[in-house]
């Protein structure tokens, strides 16, 4: 039962726009979630978090949105740059537990 | 801040040999670190989770006694996997979580293959 669910395996948008990523949840006790960057052959890159207290966060060309009633959270990154081309992951941890559960992955290419 | 290192970054050894793989938190203290396997194409999947001083907690299905996990003080843990197979090839790769904080930071990871 995959409990942190990223739905679209990949993503191609024009450098300068806006990337949209998208991540579900099943679990309600999940109370906090964070987006990493992933190269490949290289560890994950930690992003940016939001607690469930708050309903968006934003760190620079990143922000990340959460719904808790839809159970959903998004990155948007604005504009997208060629570099950022790369796998994110959607991550989600609950209260008491020092786990992350982890979605499977997007990739992202912003073409130049 | 916040930078966590892996090394070997790339091993090959024979089968039925032992590889030791060690993650360091450069500049801060890491209260917790987590051992995580990458197969191709896959998500994370997380082996074991050690606090400092401490036995680790292994993930159902992970063999504790082929994958050794020391976590011998707040900046080093190590994995050791034991009498290695071919398919213990993989990606492995380290977290580390600081006191407080609920943010892992990743090492770089170590591509283990067994010849």
């Known amino acids: 039962d995959q409990q942190v669910k990223q739905n679209s395996p990949s993503l191609s948008v024009q450098e300068g726009r806006i990337s949209i990523l998208n991540c579900d949840y099943t679990?309600?006790?999940?109370?906090?979630f964070l987006w990493y960057k992933k190269y490949p052959a290289e560890g994950p890159t930690f992003l940016i978090s939001?607690?469930?207290?708050?309903d968006k966060n934003e760190d620079g060309r990143f922000t990340v949105f959460l719904n808790k009633s839809a159970k959903h959270l998004s990155l948007h990154i604005v504009p997208s740059q060629p570099g950022d081309s790369a796998v994110y992951f959607c991550?989600?941890?609950?209260?008491?537990?020092?786990?992350?559960?982890f979605g499977k992955g997007m990739k992202l290419t912003v073409n130049p | 801040g916040a930078v966590v290192s892996q090394h070997p970054s790339r091993v090959i050894c024979k089968s039925g040999t032992s590889v030791k793989i060690e993650c360091r938190s450069l500049?801060?203290?890491?209260?917790?670190m987590f051992w995580y396997r990458q197969f191709p194409k896959q998500s994370l999947m997380l082996m074991a989770t050690?606090?400092?001083?401490?036995?680790?907690?292994?993930e159902q299905g992970v063999e504790k006694d082929k994958f050794l996990i020391n976590h011998a003080s707040l900046t080093l843990s190590t994995l050791t996997v034991t009498s290695a197979h071919p398919e213990d090839s993989s990606f492995y790769i380290c977290?580390?979580?600081?006191?407080?904080?609920?943010?892992?930071?990743f090492g770089p990871g170590t591509r283990l293959t067994v010849t």
């Open positions: 939001i607690s469930s207290i708050k």
């Open positions: 500049d801060f203290q890491a209260t917790t």
């Open positions: 977290s580390a979580r600081g006191f407080g904080r609920r943010e892992q930071y």
């Open positions: 050690s606090n400092e001083g401490s036995k680790a907690t292994y």
């Open positions: 679990n309600s006790m999940f109370d906090y």
């Open positions: 991550a989600a941890s609950e209260g008491g537990s020092e786990k992350l559960v």
